[in-house]
């Protein structure tokens, strides 16, 4: 399974960017792939998700971030307005493996997936 994240940058607050990830492979639930990020010296924490079609975001991203996927393509998106400078981080993507499904009350908890993009970084600064 390969997970390409791409689409990174520095950008000014307030800004927008958008993220992609392509998903090869056979071996991942299809049905779950998320975005997850990490900033210097935090922990990982989770972003959005798309779970059996429907949408989940983290509440600190909630009404600025959009979450999408493009089936035809196996690509992963994340779109990303009004950002801040809290928004700093390494973003990655991540997949279960088949026949894994994250409970929704766990969805948040990266040792639920399997599979890991290698990550892009976005800088927010003026």
């Known amino acids: 399974v390969q997970l390409q994240a791409s689409g990174g940058g520095l950008v000014k607050p307030g800004g927008s960017l958008r993220l992609s990830c392509a998903a090869s492979g056979q071996t991942f639930n299809r049905h779950v792939l998320g975005w997850f990020r990490q900033a210097l010296g935090k922990e990982r924490e989770f972003v959005a998700l798309?779970?059996?079609?429907?949408?989940h975001y983290a509440n600190s991203v909630k009404g600025r971030f959009t979450i999408s996927r493009d089936n035809g393509k196996n690509t992963l998106y994340l779109q990303m307005n009004s950002l801040k400078p809290e928004d700093t981080a390494v973003y990655y993507c991540?997949?279960?493996?088949?026949?894994?499904?994250?409970?929704?009350?766990?969805?948040?908890?990266?040792?639920?997936?399997?599979?890991w993009g290698q990550g892009t970084q976005v800088t927010v600064s003026s």
């Open positions: 798309i779970r059996l079609g429907n949408s």
């Open positions: 991540a997949a279960p493996r088949s026949g894994r499904l994250p409970i929704l009350s766990n969805i948040d908890d990266p040792s639920g997936y399997d599979y």
